[in-house]
Structures are given as structure tokens and as C-alpha cells.
């Protein structure tokens, strides 16, 4: 089952070489040049490949890397290893390697947990409408177009986003959500941006904080800002300690040896959810945990961030 977005009647018509969304009576919320804007930055159809490219058991995703990838003897771990850190959740989420993977799988982990947690999905919308405007309109480069249009290309995208959100907060199986976003590259595109906005928000406006533990310097959070700023960078771990900070939501990014320790670790009381990544082989992927409980058996800590590599 997929649902339609809102007042959507939801028909796929080419124009150029980029599919138009209409709305119920002609009326796009999405108008063709947004549209054509996203596209043209995001080419879902370049790559081949969706926002989402799979949703596996953590069994199918350990036979998966195991055959394909070899995964498991290039970096040095076990299959046992991977399948033990695995047992903990009920799906692994595949997901399109751009860049944007690791922004990609925090978001995916939230929504995937909104049936348990329908809190989420509350969240994210209050977010979105109350600093989606603002931020994006503050930050975005891209609709660098009169003041006018501007605001009513960002209006459109926000109100985008609302109603998706909306619709993924209604879905009742994972799958249903799954094949409700696979191919969403307009909400992904809004979703991701507006994350790494909020870091760069989140770093302009706490810097003599940042700056305080002596941990960063100011070199290094202008040169993550210009980073966020850019569709397609990589997510680094400074970064995302930032965007958990940003949200607020904890964020636990499994790798090959143990889990990765969020350097500015937030109370769970303080956050509205718990995020999980898993990073392998220079690509992270959106992790769905079994129970809440799970954090009490990811709690050793790596030695060295050499893990990373």
C-alpha cells in the first residue's frame, strides 16, 4: 500500500527529461522548475539507483556482502563479527551512494522507527514547519533566484515535506515505508538539505561553545560548515556529533570493530529519538533496531579512529 500525498493524485509525465508531480486539479505543490532544480542536482536517473536501494534481514545483508563484496575479509572482520552486531535489529537498509549516505541513513532510521515511536514523525514535522522556512531560505544557494520566487520555491518544498512526513507517520510496516520512499528523490533531496543546514545553523550559533572543550578549532568548523553546505559531501564524524547536537536525536554509527563514540553525546532526556548507522567499507547504510534496549550492548568503545578507515 502507498499513500497519496494529501490532495495528490500522484501521475508521472515527462517533461524534458524529469518527471512532473500534479496535484489533484493541476496544481503542483512541487512546480516544474523546483523539480527540474532537484533533478538536475540529485540524477536519480544518472546512477541507476533510488534513495533506497534495498531493505535486507541482517541475514540476507551478511550473504549479500558476503558474495558480492567480500567484505568481510578485505576489512578484516568476521562474518560471525558482523552477524553478532547485526542481532540486534530487524533490518538493514541499503541505500544510494552519492555522498549523501550517511545523511541519507540517519533519516532513514528515524522514519523506519516511527511505528514504534510515532513521536518521530511529530518530531520532524514540528521541526519542518516551525524551521524549515528560515533555514532554508537562510542557507540554500540554490533557488538563488529574486527575493519572491525564492521564498515561494522554499514555501513549496516545506510544504512538501509536511505532507510526506504526514504520510509516512499514517504507514503501518516498514515495507509499506520502504516502497513509499525508494524513489522520493524531491523529499530526500529537502530532508537531507535541511539537516545539513540546521548544522550549519547549529555551528554559527553555539561556535564560543564548540570551540570551549578545545576539541575544534574555528578552522575546522568553517571548513565542516562549507562541507554541509554542499549536496554530495561525506558525512565525517565531527559532522555528525554536530547534526546530533542540531536535532537533537542520538546517534549510534555502528562500524567493523565496535560502536563509534558520539563525542558530544547527548542526554537521552534531552533528545527526541535514537538514530543507528552502520559504516562499512566507506558506505554508511540506515540500521532498524529490535527493541529500544538495544544501546546496552553497544556500549564498548574503539581504541582508535583509525576504525574508520
Known amino acids: 500500500m502507498k499513500l497519496i500525498k494529501k490532495i495528490i493524485t500522484v501521475s508521472i509525465i515527462l517533461i524534458g527529461s524529469f518527471p512532473q508531480i500534479y496535484g489533484s486539479e493541476q496544481d503542483a505543490i512541487i512546480s516544474a522548475d523546483i523539480n527540474r532544480i532537484i533533478y538536475s542536482i540529485t540524477q536519480p536517473g544518472e546512477s541507476f539507483m533510488p534513495p533506497l536501494n534495498a531493505l535486507f534481514t541482517p541475514k540476507k545483508y551478511i550473504e549479500q556482502e558476503y558474495i558480492h563484496h567480500e567484505i568481510a575479509r578485505a576489512k578484516d572482520y568476521t562474518i560471525t563479527d558482523l552477524a553478532n552486531k547485526l542481532s540486534s535489529f530487524y533490518y538493514v537498509v541499503d541505500l544510494r551512494g552519492d555522498g549523501n549516505c550517511g545523511y541519507r541513513s540517519i533519516l532513514t532510521s528515524l522514519y523506519m522507527q516511527n511505528i514504534e515511536n510515532p513521536h518521530i514523525c511529530e518530531h520532524l514535522i514540528s521541526l519542518v514547519d516551525h524551521d524549515f522556512f528560515k533555514i532554508f531560505y537562510r542557507y540554500n544557494t540554490i533557488f538563488d533566484h529574486r527575493h519572491y520566487q525564492k521564498m515561494l520555491y522554499v514555501q513549496q518544498l516545506k510544504q512538501y515535506l509536511l505532507v510526506t512526513l504526514e504520510d509516512i507517520a499514517k504507514l503501518s510496516t516498514r515495507e509499506e515505508i520502504f516502497e513509499y520512499l525508494k524513489n522520493d528523490y524531491i523529499f530526500d533531496y529537502g530532508m537531507i538539505m535541511f539537516i545539513r543546514y540546521l548544522a550549519i545553523d547549529y555551528i554559527n550559533e ?90 546496552e550492548l553497544l556500549l564498548t568503545t574503539p581504541t582508535s579512529m583509525d576504525e574508520l578507515s
Do not use: C
Open 206 to 295: 553555539n561556535m564560543p561553545t564548540l570551540l570551549a572543550d578545545g576539541s575544534m578549532d574555528e578552522d575546522l568548523l568553517n571548513e565542516q560548515k562549507g562541507l554541509l553546505l554542499n549536496w554530495g559531501t561525506l558525512l565525517e564524524q565531527i559532522t555528525t556529533n554536530i547534526v546530533s547536537k542540531s536535532l537533537p536525536i542520538v546517534i549510534t554509527t555502528i562500524t567493523r570493530s565496535q560502536r563509534l563514540p558520539n563525542q558530544l553525546l547527548i542526554p537521552f532526556a534531552q533528545s527526541f529519538a535514537h538514530s543507528y548507522i552502520l559504516f562499512l567499507g566507506g558506505h554508511y547504510e540506515a540500521l532498524i533496531p529490535n527493541t529500544p534496549e538495544i544501546l
